[in-house]
């Protein structure tokens, strides 16, 4: 099945951080999160890996921009979070993880009002 993509703000939910990522200097995948009014927990992380980017004063060196993890959710579903590094000037809300795409829905996936709800 081809990703859905989403691009839509998650909510982690307090004290479901992985610590030993955050002793690492990474985010901290969260163990649970929400969106669209659901709670999803994270069975699994399948893959993680980083996006870089250039120096945005032309200094020549190069930063990582986002963390992306591969993760797979009790429910069984394939979903693709990120976190960003930075957030630009004006962004609405200052939203730090995001909901990248979905590999394979299942029922709880569904976007509000579907009939799979």
Excluded at 50 to 65: L, Q
Aim: aromatic share 12%; with cysteine.
């Amino acid at each position: 099945m081809p990703n859905s993509f989403v691009s839509e703000p998650i909510v982690p939910v307090r004290g479901t951080f992985d610590a030993a990522g955050m002793s690492r200097g990474e985010p901290g995948l969260p163990r649970q999160f929400r969106w669209r009014r659901k709670v999803f927990t994270v069975a699994q992380e399948l893959e993680r890996w980083r996006d870089h980017g250039d120096c945005r004063n032309g200094s020549g060196e190069r930063y990582v921009r986002r963390h992306i993890y591969r993760v797979r959710t009790e429910d069984g579903a394939i979903l693709r979070v990120y976190f960003q590094r930075t957030v630009g000037r004006g962004a609405v809300g200052k939203a730090r993880w995001w909901l990248h795409s979905i590999e394979n829905e299942f029922h709880s996936c569904a976007p509000a009002g579907s009939p799979a709800q």
